[in-house]
């Protein structure tokens, strides 16, 4: 429970957008595709509208009395096609929605990031093509159930574009310095610069290296004795010389 936390939290606020407006999403189209006015008209005092599924006819006689029909076999082929574009777009709706809440809870995988983009301008196209082919062939008393099939298809070609934009910061994220990432044991694929980073039984270990001053602890390096050495050489030799000139004087 804890990691799944973790996961959220370090979570984009792009993807926590992405997954509320999806639900606005799916909510909108459940209604789009579940009502029957996706045409309304009136004739002869008879209100007439009919969705994908069925088609009621209203009559106002002390009160209003609709009689509906649902549409089976007699269903022209272009009416199932727009009935079977809008199902599928409906079914990658929830699936995207379920790959987004594995990437919040469990895993931000970019195999799972990436079907989900895949699969959200997928879900936009086949709710587009419906509500293109049913406008098509019903041009006039197109009413609110179209309309709102229309926005979740916009929608949807947002909630993609969002789904690239978590992609890019993932991206980012994975490539900012100081985060080093190992395919096997000991072996460093990226490192921060100026720094050594080894990977010891898939555990990161950033040795500590002594200041500039180390040798007052370790010794002198191998050449500082030599230095000394000649410098102590030096200066005996002038001391010899010194006491030459003053025997000779």
Same mark, same amino acid.
């Given at each position: 429970?804890?990691?799944?936390?973790?996961i959220?939290?370090?979570? =984009?606020?792009?993807?926590?957008a992405?997954?509320? *407006?999806? $639900? +606005?999403?799916?909510i909108?189209?459940?209604?789009? %595709?579940?009502?029957?006015?996706?045409?309304?008209s009136?004739?002869?005092?008879?209100?007439?509208?009919?969705?994908?599924?069925?088609?009621c006819?209203?009559f106002t006689?002390?009160?209003?009395?609709?009689?509906?029909? =649902?549409?089976?076999s007699?269903?022209?082929g272009? *009416?199932? $096609? +727009?009935?079977a574009?809008?199902?599928i777009?409906? %079914?990658?709706i929830i699936f995207v929605?379920?790959?987004?809440?594995m990437?919040?809870?469990f895993t931000?995988?970019?195999?799972i990031?990436?079907?989900?983009?895949?699969l959200m301008?997928?879900?936009?196209?086949?709710?587009?093509?419906?509500v293109t082919?049913?406008?098509?062939?019903?041009?006039?008393?197109?009413?609110f159930?179209f309309?709102l099939?229309?926005?979740?298809?916009?929608?949807c070609?947002v909630?993609a574009?969002l789904?690239?934009?978590?992609?890019?910061?993932?991206?980012?994220?994975a490539?900012?310095?100081?985060q080093?990432?190992?395919?096997?044991q000991?072996?460093?694929?990226?490192s921060?610069?100026?720094q050594?980073v080894i990977?010891?039984?898939?555990?990161t270990?950033?040795?500590v290296?002594?200041?500039?001053?180390?040798?007052?602890?370790y010794?002198?390096?191998?050449?500082?004795?030599?230095a000394?050495?000649?410098?102590?050489?030096v200066?005996?030799?002038?001391?010899?010389q010194?006491t030459?000139?003053k025997?000779?004087?």
């Amino acid at each position: 429970m804890v990691d799944n936390c973790k996961i959220f939290a370090s979570s =984009s606020k792009v993807l926590k957008a992405t997954a509320v *407006l999806l $639900g +606005v999403v799916f909510i909108v189209h459940c209604v789009g %595709i579940g009502t029957d006015f996706w045409v309304h008209s009136d004739h002869f005092g008879a209100r007439v509208h009919s969705g994908l599924w069925r088609y009621c006819s209203c009559f106002t006689f002390f009160g209003e009395t609709c009689y509906c029909v =649902s549409f089976h076999s007699p269903a022209p082929g272009w *009416l199932k $096609g +727009v009935q079977a574009l809008e199902v599928i777009g409906l %079914i990658a709706i929830i699936f995207v929605g379920l790959m987004i809440f594995m990437q919040l809870f469990f895993t931000q995988c970019t195999t799972i990031k990436i079907w989900g983009i895949l699969l959200m301008f997928f879900s936009a196209v086949c709710i587009l093509a419906g509500v293109t082919l049913y406008g098509a062939m019903m041009l006039h008393d197109l009413n609110f159930s179209f309309g709102l099939c229309v926005i979740s298809s916009i929608l949807c070609f947002v909630c993609a574009f969002l789904l690239i934009q978590d992609r890019r910061i993932s991206l980012r994220n994975a490539q900012v310095p100081g985060q080093a990432r190992y395919a096997s044991q000991g072996q460093v694929i990226q490192s921060p610069p100026a720094q050594v980073v080894i990977a010891y039984s898939n555990q990161t270990q950033q040795p500590v290296y002594p200041p500039s001053y180390a040798h007052a602890q370790y010794g002198p390096p191998p050449s500082y004795p030599v230095a000394m050495q000649h410098g102590q050489f030096v200066q005996q030799q002038d001391q010899f010389q010194h006491t030459q000139q003053k025997n000779a004087e």
